[in-house]
């Protein structure tokens, strides 16, 4: 009988493996003539019985989908009254610790007579022994001690009587803590350092220095119990008897504590210096715990404070520095050096104990991962460095600062302003520079310790230090480090050493005889004493004024340069490099465009492209033609180079930075102040002159057309041809795409349609009656701008200079240069090679 719909069935083992024959032999009707086979034989008996497996296993595993009837699973016919489905057992939850064991209920006949009801757990109480005293009874009676105590002495007789209980410990320590804390307010705090200091009754578990320093925080200290606490710190330290935890409040909450002692900034930086100092010396002499087990963050908190705090005065006393030598912990640099070391751990190879090769690993550090405020993610800055250099005085300052532009030149490539080592050298010596040992009042020659290095560096990459020297010692060290390897270089057959100090001597001479005005600027004279010099002996110059001409640039601006160029144009001395003299000229383009203009044809081989602003502000001024300008860029044109053969060779980088400047110079002849024509002409001259070279076009080139025949003439309320629109229309869609051209044509057409409909309005309102153009509104001055004007006759010729000038035009252009169609005589030719 099948079970009801309530009653639940548990389907077992057993159970399973019926139903799980009788499923295999369901749908044979003939079972006795049926042979069984193995498991290992197939055959269509093996396959029904494995397909039947595989069913029932997904029967067991499935959960929350029905099975098949109970009926069928038994091989009846009838229907089922209800779907079943399996279900695993669920494990019971087994608890970690066992379940106490309850005792078993007596039997009947043992439990005839009354037993006592069992009493609730919690108002159970153990049995008090003799020796034995309830916690609140033992803390009052142990506080009622202590208020007659006034010294360690007597805590450590009471200590011995109230410690016998070890969970006691750390409660009586802190206690006790408190109680020298008040009575220490009004007598002073010295008990209370005896009692920190005491291990056996200052529990490290307990955090009384925490708690001193919290009471601390709120009311200050006086100078005296501040140094008795960096002594006390200092002991516990050294003892181990101070937690991480502990240790990290102490280090955030020591700062507050010495400016609460001292309102003077300077006093509480020089104490707070110190006391990381005893923080650092404490931890370095512990035997218990290893400084290179301590945490990273708080060598990291202490490094960054150090960081913005002044360095107390470095000592320059022979003897001092030898007691500095013997007690490492006591030098400013050496502390500095170790909390560096701990906190910020190097990650390229470096010397133990060697300054200069760790500081290298940290400006290399610095320059491939700085964030935005100038530091590592783990905290280093070059503030931090800055700081170090300070430390260590002006005597040992610029040995570690060359040593470590040692280590940052790499293998034998020389350090240039561009590559990886001259940006290492260069931020290395932007920091050294702002440290007081490198103020202008010590004047230091870095390079004198090794002169070989700066042969392997150029002088613009050590600009920074060069910066904090005087104009005539920058120009004494130039002469000595850099001017022999320039001489070298050009001619390998002079002795660069015997030329430095025949140049030497008459430059000395100069600085002798001359003297300075501080109000004028002189930076580039001691430049032009040498350079002249280098003249006067036959010797090679251009290297030397190259290099001149740079450094004057880099450290002393445009103006001084201008200066030097100037003296040397006066002397007749020629530029054979003119890359630092292009930045002066378009200086000069800005301010006055024609001396940029006369400073520019000093220069033969100075090249437009190098300055761009010049032809763009000579355009703006209207200073000079457009016939004069392209004349100018075909007299000095950078793409084009001949060859040994006759010919023409093109570079495609130089060609690139040519045609980049006719997009520009287009682009400025499209905001002229001229007519609309004149400014579509000069925009489409620079259009056929690129067009003739093959060169690529640009979406500039596009834009310039826009501005010059489409949107400066909306503005100024003129007519725009409607071919003239399809024209560039179809140059925009071509260079820039449809996008843009159908959004520019849809933009144009209704800004056409304003003008228009403005001066049809202008016209009605003045009373004319024939119909009326934008044209001819502008022509009888209706608009603001406007003035009446007269027409031209038509009959009126143009005269042979006409012809010349158009035939000036049409020969600039490279297609049409061999057009002789307009030179009717020769009188013309004659007229065309004069004006070229």
Same mark, same amino acid.
């Given at each position: ?65 029905? @099975? ?49 009801? &069992? ?14 005293? &309830? ?6 009676? %142990? ?20 410690? @016998? ?13 408190? #109680? ?15 009692? !920190? ?66 309102? /003077? ?40 404070? !150090? ?75 070059? /503030? ?33 302003? /561009? ?9 290395? %010596? ?75 001597? @008459? %430059?000395?001479? #100069? ?50 340069? %201008? ?34 203009? $006369? ?8 090249? !437009?492209?190098?300055?761009? $602003?010049? &032809? ?29 053969? @006759? ?26 102040? !001229? ?16 067009? /003739? ?9 596009? $834009? ?80 603001? #701008? ?6 031209? #006759? ?43």
């Amino acid at each position: 009988m099948l079970p009801r719909p309530g009653q639940s069935v548990w389907i077992t083992d057993e159970l399973l493996a019926d139903s799980f024959h009788r499923f295999v032999n369901a749908s044979n009707a003939n079972r006795s003539t049926c042979k069984r086979y193995g498991s290992n034989v197939p055959g269509p008996l093996e396959a029904k019985r494995r397909l039947a497996k595989r069913r029932m296993m997904g029967l067991a595993a499935s959960g929350g989908v029905a @099975g098949p009837s109970f009926g069928a699973l038994f091989g009846l016919n009838g229907p089922a009254r209800q779907p079943w489905t399996w279900e695993p057992p669920k494990p019971a939850k087994q608890s970690l610790e066992p379940a106490p064991s309850e005792p078993t209920p007596l039997p009947q006949w043992l439990s005839s007579f009354e037993q006592p009801p &069992p009493e609730d757990e919690a108002t159970q109480q153990p049995p008090l022994e003799d020796d034995a005293i &309830p916690p609140i009874d033992f803390v009052e009676r %142990y506080l009622q001690r202590l208020e007659s105590i006034r010294d360690v002495e007597e805590l450590g007789n009471v200590w011995l009587e109230a410690s @016998g209980n070890p969970q006691n410990t750390v409660l009586l320590s802190q206690l006790a803590c408190m #109680h020298f804390i008040e009575t220490g307010r009004h007598t002073g705090f010295q008990d209370l350092f005896h009692f !920190l200091r005491n291990p056996r009754v200052n529990v490290p578990e307990a955090e009384n220095m925490k708690t001193f320093l919290t009471f601390a925080k709120l009311e200050p200290l006086s100078p005296g119990d501040l140094k008795w606490l960096l002594g006390t710190i200092r002991t516990l330290l050294s003892l181990g008897a101070m937690v991480d935890s502990e240790l990290l409040f102490v280090v955030d909450a020591i700062g507050h504590v010495c400016r609460n002692t001292y309102s /003077d900034p300077f006093e509480a930086s020089s104490w707070l210096v110190g006391a990381y100092r005893a923080i650092w010396d404490g931890i370095s002499q512990c035997k218990i715990r290893s400084v290179d087990k301590l945490d990273k963050a708080i060598a990291q908190k202490i490094a960054k404070d !150090l960081a913005i705090l002044p360095c107390p005065p470095a000592a320059t006393n022979r003897k001092t520095l030898d007691n500095f030598r013997k007690e490492p912990h006591k030098d400013p640099a050496v502390f500095r050096f170790n909390v560096y070391r701990h906190a910020w751990p190097p990650s390229y190879f470096v010397k133990e104990g060697n300054f200069a090769s760790y500081l290298a690993s940290w400006v290399t550090e610095l320059n491939e991962s700085v964030l935005e405020n100038g530091a590592t993610s783990s905290g280093l800055s070059w /503030d931090a460095i800055s700081s170090f250099l300070e430390s260590l005085g002006s005597v040992r300052a610029p040995k570690v600062i060359t040593r470590t532009a040692r280590y940052l030149v790499s293998g034998r490539k020389r350090a240039r302003p /561009d590559n990886e080592s001259g940006k290492l050298l260069n931020s290395w %010596y932007a920091c050294a520079s702002r440290t007081s040992s490198m103020s202008t009042e010590t004047k230091v020659d870095l390079f004198a310790s090794d002169r070989y290095l700066a042969f392997r560096m150029d002088p613009l990459v050590a600009a920074p230090w060069l910066e904090t020297l005087e104009p005539v010692e920058v120009c004494s060290v130039w002469l000595h480090r850099w001017l022999p390897l320039c001489i070298a270089r050009e001619n390998s057959q002079l002795k660069p050493w015997s030329s430095r100090n025949k140049i030497k001597r @008459g %430059y000395m001479e #100069h600085v002798g005889r001359v003297s300075f005005d501080p109000h004028k600027p002189y930076s580039h004279t001691p430049f032009f004493w040498i350079i002249r010099d280098l003249v006067k002996h036959d010797m090679p110059y251009n290297g030397a004024v190259s290099q001149a001409a740079h450094l004057i640039l880099r450290l002393y601006g445009p103006m001084a340069l %201008y200066e030097f160029f100037k003296k040397l144009c006066n002397e007749s001395i020629p530029i054979e490099d003119p890359r630092p003299f292009a930045p002066v000229v378009e200086k000069l383009s800005d301010e006055n465009p024609v001396l940029a203009l $006369k400073m520019y044809r000093r220069i033969p081989r100075l090249w !437009l492209s190098m300055c761009p $602003k010049l &032809p763009i502000a000579l355009i703006r001024d209207g200073c000079m033609s457009r016939e004069a300008l392209f004349a100018m860029l075909k007299k000095r044109d950078v793409a084009r180079k001949t060859n040994e053969k @006759g010919g023409t060779d093109i570079d495609p980088g130089l060609k690139r930075l040519h045609d980049e400047l006719i997009h520009l110079v287009a682009f400025a002849f499209a905001d002229q102040n !001229l007519s609309a024509s004149q400014r579509f002409r000069n925009v489409y001259y620079c259009y056929i002159y690129l067009s /003739d070279r093959q060169a690529v076009m640009r979406p500039l080139i596009s $834009k310039a057309f826009v501005r010059a025949a489409i949107t400066k003439s909306l503005e100024n309320k003129e007519w725009v041809s409607t071919v003239k629109l399809r024209w560039i229309l179809r140059l925009v869609r071509r260079l820039e795409g449809s996008d843009v051209a159908d959004t520019l044509d849809s933009l144009i057409w209704q800004w056409r349609g304003n003008v228009i409909m403005d001066a049809r309005e202008r016209w009605d309102r003045a009373g004319f009656r024939r119909p009326s153009t934008v044209t001819m509104a502008r022509k009888v001055g209706l608009f603001d #701008h406007d003035y009446p004007r007269q027409q031209r #006759h038509r009959g009126i010729r143009t005269g042979k200079e006409g012809y010349v000038e158009k035939l000036l035009r049409l020969r600039a252009w490279g297609r049409l240069a061999k057009d002789r169609s307009l030179i009717k005589s020769e009188e013309d030719l004659e007229r065309v090679s004069d004006s070229e």
